[in-house]
């Protein structure tokens, strides 16, 4: 199918993502890998919950820990604009006859917990506690120096159909890779905040999350990651990279946290806000798409990924494949 004309006028007005809430096993495992493996800064933590934010980040968290038996992702998080964007946004996913609901989260304002037509459990809301800056206290930088969240990746059952919709609120499609057999959409990125993404949609089993992305300050901080997760027992919790991808320019490194939830570490893609800013199309079968040096992704990059609390899953529509690594 065409990819839609963007909607620069969406119904209600969504800034940015903000964050993800994971089910973890065992919290302390969970901080010494968030923590200190990856750098990313504690703002609140008992025995039930952790949360963390990048070094960068005002808001109070990009990623809830949650203590419980099973792995899973709960919710993805946005920020919108202001409290009438949020009533906009009740009424209308209420007019696309999804379900919407208020629900209370700590640290935040009034919270609409809703869900797209494919079943990714979406939570929105405008207002988060601030916290005081810490970009500049050079001290607590260690591990990767994560900044702030960049993205969500998700698996979608018909990447057509996520397309449509997100298009429906404002998202924007700055890449995509399509079958050429089919014509059909394989995988596409698409933005608000005016990088090459906040979300992107594989083709796959689904719905599932397939990653969340921190941005990083430099391909550097990537390397001293890698010798420092090789050197501290996580080496079999590298899973693909590093490398520069073809789609979005920027230079990656995919690991797996320890129940198996994937993190991408991401830095320099480029600038999308014009709004006739043209989609760059990709061939499924081009190896230069996922990674611009030519290795392809391991099987598991194509296969796993974190199921949503209580959603059920189901196979892909589109059976093209892309090229695997043996
Ligand atoms: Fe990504």
Request: hydrophobic residues 35%; charged residues 25%.
């Amino acid at each position: 199918m065409p990819l839609p004309k963007p909607n620069l006028y969406p119904p209600f007005n969504i800034v940015r993502l903000s964050h993800v809430e994971f089910v973890v096993t065992d919290l302390a495992v969970s901080r010494t890998f968030y923590v200190d493996t990856l750098g990313l800064q504690v703002t609140y933590e008992d025995e039930q919950t952790i949360t963390l934010r990048g070094l960068e980040e005002r808001g109070h968290h990009c990623v809830v820990l949650r203590r419980g038996e099973k792995p899973v992702a709960n919710s993805l998080s946005f920020k919108v604009y202001d409290e009438a964007d949020l009533d906009k946004a009740h009424d209308w996913f209420k007019a696309q006859r999804l379900p919407v609901e208020w629900v209370e989260r700590k640290w935040q304002g009034r919270t609409l917990r809703t869900r797209d037509p494919i079943g990714i459990p979406l939570e929105f809301y405008a207002h988060m506690d601030r916290l005081p800056p810490i970009h500049q206290k050079y001290k607590l930088y260690r591990g990767v120096s994560p900044l702030r969240i960049d993205h969500f990746n998700c698996f979608s059952t018909n990447v057509d159909e996520s397309v449509a919709f997100y298009n429906s609120i404002g998202f924007r499609v700055t890449e995509y890779t399509d079958d050429a057999e089919s014509g059909k959409l394989w995988a596409a990125w698409m933005h608000r905040k005016g990088g090459v993404h906040d979300i992107a949609f594989t083709n796959g089993r689904g719905p599932r999350l397939h990653h969340i992305a921190f941005w990083v300050p430099s391909p550097l901080n990537i390397i001293e990651l890698l010798d420092l997760m090789a050197t501290t027992g996580y080496l079999a919790n590298i899973e693909r990279g590093p490398g520069r991808h073809g789609i979005s320019n920027a230079f990656f490194l995919y690991i797996r946290d320890p129940d198996g939830h994937r993190i991408e570490l991401y830095c320099s893609d480029y600038q999308t806000v014009d709004p006739d800013h043209e989609p760059i199309r990709w061939d499924l079968k081009d190896p230069q798409r996922q990674t611009l040096w030519g290795a392809p992704a391991p099987r598991s990059w194509f296969e796993e990924g974190s199921f949503f609390a209580g959603v059920e899953v189901r196979d892909a529509e589109l059976k093209a494949q892309p090229i695997v690594a043996p």
